[in-house]
């Protein structure tokens, strides 16, 4: 499995930021996916969730402000986020919400995000 982040940059304190993810090698459709994001240093992250239904989930710190959604037929997961903030500057990365399992074995290389303040 393969799957390539987009999507990342530069952006101003309150502006917004629309990642994606591509995901090849595997039925994308079946699996529930997630957003996850790193500072160097610290631990990943999570951020959001989506299952095969499309039903989602949120962390505590981006609730009502990021969104999750998918696109089943392009093997899509996007990422919209708003209000962003200096603290959401981070890579981000996308995954099963299983990572480590097959066939979601290893990660991307990520898209940075960075929020001037």
């Known amino acids: 499995v393969q799957v390539v982040e987009s999507g990342g940059g530069l952006v101003q304190s309150g502006g917004s930021l629309r990642l994606s993810c591509v995901v090849s090698g595997t039925i994308f459709s079946v699996y529930a996916m997630g957003w996850y994001r790193q500072v160097p240093g610290k631990q990943r992250e999570y951020v959001a969730g989506?299952?095969?239904?499309?039903?989602?989930n949120y962390g505590d710190s981006v609730k009502g402000r990021f969104t999750i959604s998918r696109n089943n037929a392009e093997n899509t997961v996007y990422l919209q986020m708003y209000s962003l903030k200096p603290e959401d500057t981070a890579v981000y990365y996308c995954?099963?919400?299983?990572?480590?399992?097959?066939?979601?074995?290893?990660w991307g290389l990520g898209t940075q995000v960075t929020v001037s303040s």
């Open positions: 989506i299952n095969s239904s499309g039903h989602t």
């Open positions: 995954n099963s919400l299983t990572p480590g399992e097959p066939p979601f074995t290893s």
